[in-house]
């Protein structure tokens, strides 16, 4: 399939039937994504060129769709396609025409640099409607489904107990197709299709051993830069203490798991009550003053928190040219020198510390031996200086706007949007796919907040009040009256 690049012309009006406009509402979300892509600089788009008669459509039509749709609750190609004939706003963005699902998945996945860049684009665009300061933000992770089972997994060790056992299936099945050619008494169309399963899966599983080796070597070489570290320092403080034990490497371990339909995803649970699922910890950064915009998304491998603070605050200051004044996070970010690191470039950390963020200030229902009276004392200077910032007044009160900033995005991501599992596998296209969801959710949100600024043009300084549980309550029965009437 050959691929040609093309000029967007931000001027071209896309195919608008009149008898169609009368059917949508002014103030209609698909009047504002048209808009804001049409306001996207010119660029070059990918699209395919497959020399037939298959129509093409214009670029700037098909990441209006994708968006429109997926700030809509409409994720997968083929319902995309779908909804070309059945959602009257989706056949007003499309001119009443109907992309098949190759092509919308395709251009989806081709151009994952355009959406990118048309999530900075967004940001740039509220800053210019001046609903946009960056001041304080929140950041926090969610687990995500990945788009395979975690029964699909397999363990270094019996990935090789298998290809053993392949091997020998696959020898008794030449076996048979010998005897078959020879004497006629087995159906010779049969054993060429068992062969080439059997020969598939075992390729599969040889490439699981491999990424799980690989995965170990990476996990060695940061063990070992963690280790020259440690004994640089242990030589300047003139060797005090018991000196940093080299690490070994002893090869993957046997119980180590990959899984054979996505195997970037990684075994995970939200919590000691929650059942371990095969998932992605996708990760935010967001606007805490008011807005509620989505600043940057990210997805990482590991179910931890503790060491993605740095990379967001990096990525906001990245996608605004601009560092953010102060930052909260909780409890999972804990990362003495991530804190020492983020306030050494003038920007203030509000992270929890304790446990003590987790616990019931009224009532608590639960029994003695499950309550955290006494919460984690920690040693490093830096964590001490956090817990005694936090439990000042202001200090406390500020670590407050995190739940009430970050929270229900998360909520209205799930909830209302409904997205609650990748429909793409692999991490590059997983991470395409959340840059997706956070554009439509920011475009969705500021289509709200301008909104609300016609309504109110004296209303104070803060753009539109957060978005509290009755809210997001609203916000989802809403949406399902649009997606389903």
Not at 17 to 29: H, I, S
Not at 86 to 115: E, K, M, W, Y
Not at 411 to 435: A, C, M, P, Y
Not at 436 to 453: P, S
Request: aromatic residues 6%; glycine residues 6%.
């Amino acid at each position: 399939m050959a691929e040609r690049f093309v000029e967007v012309d931000r001027n071209t009006p896309m195919l608008l039937p009149a008898d169609l406009r009368d059917w949508v509402p002014e103030d209609d979300l698909v009047h504002f994504v048209i808009e804001a892509v049409r306001s996207l600089p010119t660029g070059q788009l990918m699209v395919n060129e497959r020399g037939t008669g298959y129509a093409q459509y214009p670029p700037s039509m098909m990441l209006a769709l994708l968006i429109y749709c997926y700030a809509n609750g409409i994720f997968s190609s083929r319902r995309i396609e779908r909804a070309t004939y059945r959602d009257l706003g989706v056949r007003f963005l499309t001119g009443d025409t109907h992309p098949d699902h190759d092509t919308i998945c395709s251009f989806r996945r081709q151009n994952a640099a355009l959406i990118a860049k048309f999530f900075v684009r967004v940001l740039e665009l509220a800053r210019e409607l001046k609903l946009l300061q960056v001041g304080t933000i929140s950041v926090d992770g969610s687990q995500i489904k990945a788009n395979a089972s975690r029964h699909r997994g397999v363990s270094y060790q019996r990935a090789g107990e298998l290809i053993q056992q392949l091997e020998k299936e696959v020898k008794e099945l030449l076996a048979k197709a010998e005897r078959a050619d020879s004497q006629g008494e087995i159906d010779p169309a049969k054993v060429p299709a068992e062969l080439a399963k059997g020969r598939a899966l075992q390729a599969k599983l040889e490439l699981a051993r491999q990424q799980l080796e690989q995965r170990h070597r990476e996990e060695f070489a940061a063990q070992l830069a963690e280790y020259q570290k440690k004994k640089e320092n242990w030589e300047k403080n003139k060797r005090r203490g018991n000196e940093p034990k080299a690490p070994v490497s002893n090869g993957p371990a046997a119980t180590g798991q990959s899984n054979l339909t996505d195997p970037d995803s990684r075994i995970m649970r939200k919590s000691k009550n929650e059942a371990f699922a095969q998932a992605y910890n996708a990760q935010l950064a967001v606007d805490a003053d008011g807005s509620q915009l989505i600043l940057a998304a990210s997805i990482s491998q590991s179910s931890a928190d503790n060491n993605q603070l740095q990379p967001m605050v990096q990525a906001v200051s990245d996608n605004l040219a601009q560092k953010p004044q102060a930052v909260l996070a909780d409890y999972g970010y804990v990362n003495g020198p991530t804190i020492e690191q983020i306030q050494s470039q003038g920007i203030e950390a509000y992270v929890a510390v304790s446990a003590q963020a987790y616990q019931r200030r009224r009532y608590d229902l639960r029994e003695e031996k499950k309550r955290r009276e006494n919460p984690r004392q920690h040693r490093a200077p830096t964590l001490i200086a956090m817990d005694q910032k936090l439990s000042t007044p202001e200090g406390h009160k500020r670590y407050l706007r995190r739940q009430a900033s970050i929270e229900p995005v998360f909520g209205i991501i799930k909830r209302v949007l409904g997205f609650r599992q990748f429909s793409l596998r692999g991490l590059q296209k997983v991470t395409l796919e959340w840059n997706l969801v956070c554009v439509a959710y920011n475009l969705k949100r500021l289509h709200r907040l301008i909104g609300h600024a016609k309504s109110k043009p004296n209303a104070p300084k803060s753009p539109c009040p957060p978005l509290t549980l009755g809210a997001l309550l609203i916000e989802q029965c809403l949406a399902s009256f649009f997606l389903f009437s």
